[in-house]
């Protein structure tokens, strides 16, 4: 049964992108233009087995959102990697204290997007 993940990302260029490659890897994908939006389809009954999220966006961050979702029951150890342009240790640091299994920075392609995948992701 293929796997589902969550990409969430404020640019539909980056989404529509990310959605290609996974699906063409074998995914089902679950789209959100921010935080605030996959934080909802969390709460109504998503079940990504993976999230990818951008750090910088409009109405919740990625930074926020990890904290949230990492609250959530059911959603503790599901692997989140953060996807940014943002290439600051402090904020990797943050994303990680709150629950971030990765950080990757934007342009990934799609084969080293899989391999993190794999490593993160058991049966992938």
Do not use: C
């Not at 996807?83 to 904020?91: H, N, R, V, Y």
């Amino acid at each position: 049964m293929a796997k589902t993940i969550m990409v969430v990302d404020d640019s539909s260029t980056m989404l529509m992108s990310l959605k290609n490659s996974l699906e063409i890897a074998g995914f089902n994908v679950v789209e959100a233009s921010d935080g605030a939006i996959a934080l909802g389809k969390l709460q109504s009954g998503a079940k990504p087995d993976l999230i990818i999220t951008d750090i910088n966006m409009p109405n919740m961050g990625g930074i926020e959102f990890i904290s949230k979702a990492r609250s959530l029951s059911g959603f503790r150890f599901i692997p989140i990697l953060a996807l940014t342009t943002e290439s600051q240790q402090a904020k990797r640091d943050e994303a990680k204290k709150l629950g971030a299994t990765g950080w990757l920075l934007k342009p990934v392609s799609g084969a080293d997007l899989s391999k993190i995948i794999k490593q993160v992701l058991p049966g992938a």
